[in-house]
Antibody, heavy 112, light 106 residues
Framework: QVQLKESGPGLVKPSETLSLTCTVSGFSLTSYHVSWVRQPPGKGLEWMGVIWGDGSTAYNSALKSRLSISRDTSKSQVFLKMSSLKTEDTATYYC??????WGQGVMVTVSS | DIQMTQSPSLLSASVGDRVTINCKASQNINKYLNWYQQKLGEAPKLLIYNTNNLQTGIPSRFSGSGSGTDYTLTISSLQPEDFGTYFCFQHNSWPTFGAGTKLELK
């Protein structure tokens, strides 16, 4: 069955770069798109960006200058990198396949 | 960016009630509207995709409708496991979520 799982550091310092990995199984990255979505504690959901089946990307305009999404199809992995982190980037980060299948999320705290 | 105005933000209801949650888009989203349920500490779960398509495994008491800018999620007879927060999500262009509706026990 389709599964996605996020991994990465739980704590990052302000101004540093966040690197997260989404490992997928049960579907091909060349056939389905994968998005990153985040949710600050107690708040709503924010779509961050997507990598399409053809490898092209699109980003939330509010994050575009700091965000990069890439993938390694041989490893069935999608990567998120976000630079210049701020405390307000503290959130649970999810990857989602075709807006249908979601990972369990990884909580990231930005703090010195 | 397309803004999604979701209402109500808080809904108190009883088991067996029929409930509706609404989302209004700031422009036509061509039925590219999904509904998700989220419970505390869990990832969102897809209920309805593209306005009115029931995701596999989701009970038929959930239904969706709408077109243009106005969309509705209906739960025909509320069950105890339905309490949680519901989000609408448009993916017509530059995806955006509604702010959420917390469905609580009256």
């Amino acid at each position: 069955q389709v599964q996605l799982k996020e991994s990465g550091p739980g704590l990052v310092k302000p101004s540093e770069t966040l690197s997260l990995t989404c490992t997928v199984s049960g579907f091909s990255l060349t056939s389905y798109h994968v998005s990153w979505v985040r949710q600050p504690p107690g708040k709503g959901l924010e779509w961050m960006g997507v990598i399409w089946g053809d490898g092209s990307t699109a980003y939330n305009s509010a994050l575009k200058s700091r965000l990069s999404i890439s993938r390694d199809t041989s490893k069935s992995q999608v990567f998120l990198k976000m630079s210049s982190l701020k405390t307000e980037d503290t959130a649970t980060y999810y990857c989602a396949g075709s807006y249908r299948y979601w990972g369990q999320g990884v909580m990231v705290t930005v703090s010195s | 960016d397309i803004q999604m105005t979701q209402s109500p933000s808080l809904l108190s209801a009883s088991v067996g009630d029929r409930v509706t949650i609404n989302c209004k888009a700031s422009q036509n989203i061509n039925k590219y509207l999904n509904w998700y349920q989220q419970k505390l500490g869990e990832a969102p779960k897809l209920l309805i995709y593209n306005t009115n398509n029931l995701q596999t495994g989701i009970p038929s008491r959930f239904s969706g409708s709408g077109s243009g800018t106005d969309y509705t999620l209906t739960i025909s007879s509320l069950q105890p496991e339905d309490f949680g927060t519901y989000f609408c999500f448009q993916h017509n262009s530059w995806p955006t979520f509604g702010a959420g509706t917390k469905l609580e026990l009256k």
